[in-house]
């Protein structure tokens, strides 16, 4: 019913860019909030940057400055652009969106948390 796509990531020289971006699809009513985690090797999944679907955003302090989160309501799409990225943002970096989506039988409402596949980031010279 619905689905959650990544695309963007790659292997960048540190002081690079990436832009990642995420699009839902199905039977969406509303998306709320979007955003981004990642997690190295060895490491914990974190959050990287939320967003709400009114605009209002949260970044983790390492990437302060440096990401930008954004989402365009009407392509149902998140994105993250990332500068001067640096090694220790190596990571998969997942994206989720908050939907509520109709449900296939009768068309009600139901509400859920939906995750990507992950894209590699490799900050690496």
């Known amino acids: 019913q619905v689905q959650v796509v990544e695309s963007g990531g790659g292997l960048v020289q540190p002081g690079g860019s990436l832009r990642l971006s995420c699009a839902a699809s199905?039977?969406?009513?509303?998306?709320?909030?979007m955003g981004w985690y990642r997690q190295a090797p060895g490491k914990q999944r974190e959050l990287v940057a939320t967003i709400t679907n009114g605009g209002s955003t949260e970044y983790e302090d390492s990437v302060k400055g440096r990401f930008t989160i954004s989402r365009d309501n009407a392509k149902n799409t998140v994105y993250l652009q990332m500068n001067s990225l640096k090694p220790e943002d190596t990571a998969v970096y997942y994206c989720?969106?908050?939907?509520?989506?109709?449900?296939?039988?009768?068309?009600?409402?139901?509400?859920?948390?939906?995750w990507g596949q992950g894209t590699q980031v490799t900050v690496s010279s």
């Open positions: 989720y969106a908050e939907i509520q989506y109709f449900l296939p039988h009768d068309s009600s409402l139901a509400r859920g948390d939906y």
């Open positions: 199905g039977s969406i009513f509303v998306i709320y909030d």
